[in-house]
Nanobody, 122 residues
Framework: QVHLVESGGGSVQAGGSLRLSCVAS????????MGWFRQAPGKEREFVGA????????YYADSVKGRFTISRDNGKNTVYLQMNSLKPEDTAVYYC???????????????WGQGTQVTVSS
């Protein structure tokens, strides 16, 4: 069983930046595709981005493309989400997870962290 812990959330003004981290324990982190999702109040959990085990390419939702960057450090069992040019609509709880059969479908994910709140004010 993989245990995931997110950190780095907070409150920023529009245009600001945050860097989220997700540390994994248990399992073999270096073999997993990792994903970031977010969930705003009253909304479904939505895909933000994902990175395969090798980190050779990344995948993003259209809403964050060009502003967010996913990276990973397999030596530290950590995946990151650098968020720049933040907008009020980015406000949500952000979760990292271990991808299952589809990196962009939340229902296929096997493990989730507890989430970290990101609030962007205008």
């Amino acid at each position: 069983q993989v245990h995931l812990v997110e950190s780095g959330g907070g409150s920023v003004q529009a245009g600001g930046s945050l860097r989220l981290s997700c540390v994994a324990s248990g399992g073999v982190f270096s073999s997993y595709t990792m994903g970031w999702f977010r969930q705003a109040p009253g909304k479904e959990r939505e895909f933000v981005g994902a990175i395969p085990w090798h980190g050779g390419r990344t995948y993003y939702a259209d809403s964050v493309k060009g502003r967010f960057t996913i990276s990973r450090d397999n030596g530290k069992n950590t995946v990151y989400l650098q968020m720049n040019s933040l907008k009020p609509e980015d406000t949500a709880v952000y979760y990292c997870g271990v991808a299952g059969s589809s990196y962009y479908l939340a229902e296929t994910y096997n493990n989730w962290g507890q989430g970290t709140q990101v609030t962007v004010s205008s």
